[in-house]
């Protein structure tokens, strides 16, 4: 009987992935909400965190703002202090995927699920970030980023008390999924969402508000994106400053809450 219930749920799993738009890719949410990856992979080795970075590269980060960010996150993973705050967990390793993401339906894995626990590993994961292509340059959708993040955490083949995915961006959900409705998705399945909201000088020309919203994008990620234990946002005042804040930010969610 357990081998058709099987059977039964990949052919379910398949019929999922075949759906289009954010509608079929809830569905896939949901299912990963009722197929713990401890069911799936039995055995797989314990690290203190799975971690999914998840990065705008919408039409409003140029080549430059999106070189920025690559690097920023490359030369952050691969920081002495990074990894020191990896080797303070109880395991001293924590997993790793970075995706990319802007419209509804576009979303890519970047490195896929990566275990880091020396110098070595993170050098190699930081070369990986820096050599991929751009994948996208559409509207920004962090609901549907959020759930696609979500998605990730079943498939890695490691396992962890803590589930975090780090969302940044330089501008509000336009697109997509309803973005308090995934958050709240994330929440209920005990995954946090951090955030680090990068901030623009000089508001989107064709819309301002996306970059420049009530309050300030700090506010706004505050408010709508963040969200479980010991949820936090930082702002980088520029995409130039993003590395500083990025590598920060890392050190800060990767060391272990008492």
Same mark, same amino acid.
């Given at each position: 009987? *357990?081998?058709?219930?099987? +059977? &039964? ?6 019929? @999922? !992935? ?11 949410? *949901? ?11 039995? %055995?797989?080795?314990? +690290? ?30 691969? /920081? ?12 001293? *390793? ?41 994948? &996208? ?26 589930? @975090? ?5 330089? %501008?509000?959900? /336009?697109?997509?999924?309803? !973005? ?23 508001? @989107?020309?064709?819309?301002? @508000? ?12 505050? /408010?709508?994106?963040? %969200? %479980?234990?010991?949820? &936090? ?8 400053? &993003? ?6 930010? !890392? ?8």
């Amino acid at each position: 009987m *357990r081998h058709w219930i099987r +059977v &039964f749920v990949a052919a379910v799993g398949v019929a @999922l !992935l075949m759906c289009p738009g954010p509608r079929g890719l809830h569905a896939q949410v *949901r299912l990963a909400e009722v197929l713990p990856g401890g069911e799936t992979t039995p %055995g797989r080795p314990e +690290v203190d965190l799975l971690l999914v970075l998840a990065v705008d590269i919408s039409r409003s980060v140029d080549e430059k703002k999106f070189r920025l960010q690559r690097d920023g996150y490359a030369s952050a993973i691969s /920081n002495p202090r990074v990894i020191a705050a990896i080797r303070s967990g109880l395991i001293g *390793r924590i997993a790793i995927s970075l995706i990319e993401w802007s419209g509804v339906s576009e979303q890519a894995i970047v490195a896929d699920w990566t275990a880091v626990g020396t110098a070595d590993e993170a050098l190699a994961l930081a070369a990986r970030i820096r050599g991929a292509p751009r994948a &996208f340059m559409g509207r920004t959708a962090i609901g549907s980023a959020i759930e696609f993040a979500i998605l990730q955490l079943p498939r890695s083949p490691w396992r962890a008390d803590r589930h @975090l995915i780090d969302i940044s961006g330089d %501008g509000t959900s /336009n697109s997509g999924v309803d !973005l308090l409705e995934a958050r709240q998705l994330a929440l209920s399945q005990r995954v946090t969402i951090n955030g680090l909201a990068i901030l623009s000088e000089v508001p @989107l020309a064709f819309n301002p @508000l996306h970059t420049h919203p009530p309050g300030g994008l700090l506010a706004y990620y505050e /408010n709508n994106v963040i %969200g %479980g234990p010991n949820s &936090f946002a930082l702002a980088a005042e520029t995409h130039e400053a &993003f590395g500083t804040m990025i590598l920060a930010k !890392l050190i800060k969610e990767i060391a272990r809450a008492d």
